[in-house]
C-alpha cells in the first residue's frame, strides 16, 4: 500500500470532521442546521441494504434537493406525531473509495443507538453511508448521502435524519 501523503492526511481528517459535526448536529437535534451539510442539488436516501444491492429503487426516505431537506425538518416539528427520542451516532473512519479535482467518493459504517424519553436504549439501525463530496466555498458538502441500512426493517417510523 503507498504512503499516504499530507494532503491525504489532512483530507481524512477533513472528512472525518464533517461527519462528526454532522451527526453532533443530529444527536443535538439542532435539525435545522442538517440541511447545511449539503449543496443545493442533492440527495438524500435511506436504503435498505437488500434494495441497494439489487438496485431496487424503493427506500425509506428520499429528498432530491436541499429545499426538501428543509421541508422534511419542518414536517418533523410541526406535523410528525413520534415518541420522543434522541438519536447517538457512532461512526467509524471514512474509506476514501476515489477522489478527482472535482469529487471525493466515501464509504463510512455507523451504528445509531435511540434513546426513548423513558431512558431505555436500542439499536435503531445500524449500516454504511455511500458519500459523494464536493468542496464548496473552501467546504466540504455532500451531493449525496446514501444510508444503506443492514437490518431488513427499522423498529419505528424514521422522522429523524440518520
Known amino acids: ?3 499516504k501523503t499530507e494532503s491525504d492526511v ?8 464533517l461527519f ?3 451527526a453532533a448536529c443530529i ?3 439542532r435539525l435545522e442546521e442538517w440541511p ?24 425509506a426516505m428520499e429528498c432530491d434537493s436541499k429545499n426538501m431537506l428543509v421541508d422534511r425538518i419542518v414536517s418533523l416539528r410541526e406535523a410528525n406525531i413520534f415518541a420522543e427520542h ?3 451516532h457512532i461512526i467509524s473512519i ?3 473509495l476515489s477522489k478527482s479535482d472535482n469529487e471525493i467518493t466515501t464509504q463510512t459504517n455507523y451504528l445509531v443507538i435511540s434513546t426513548l424519553q423513558s431512558g431505555i436504549s436500542h439499536i435503531f439501525s445500524a449500516g454504511r453511508y455511500q458519500d459523494r463530496l464536493v468542496r464548496i ?3 466540504l458538502k455532500f451531493v449525496e448521502r446514501i444510508v444503506i441500512f443492514d437490518t431488513n426493517s427499522i423498529r419505528t417510523q424514521i422522522v429523524t435524519p440518520i
Open 94 to 96: 471514512p474509506l476514501i
Open 36 to 59: 447545511e451539510f449539503f449543496v443545493e442539488q442533492c440527495c438524500y436516501k435511506i436504503q435498505s441494504r437488500e434494495n441497494y444491492d439489487r438496485k431496487l429503487p424503493i427506500s
Open 27 to 29: 444527536d443535538g437535534d
Open 1 to 3: 500500500m503507498p504512503m
Open 10 to 17: 489532512w483530507l481524512e481528517t477533513e472528512i472525518s470532521s
Open 137 to 139: 466555498d473552501g467546504q
Open 20 to 22: 462528526s459535526r454532522y
Open 86 to 88: 434522541m438519536y447517538r
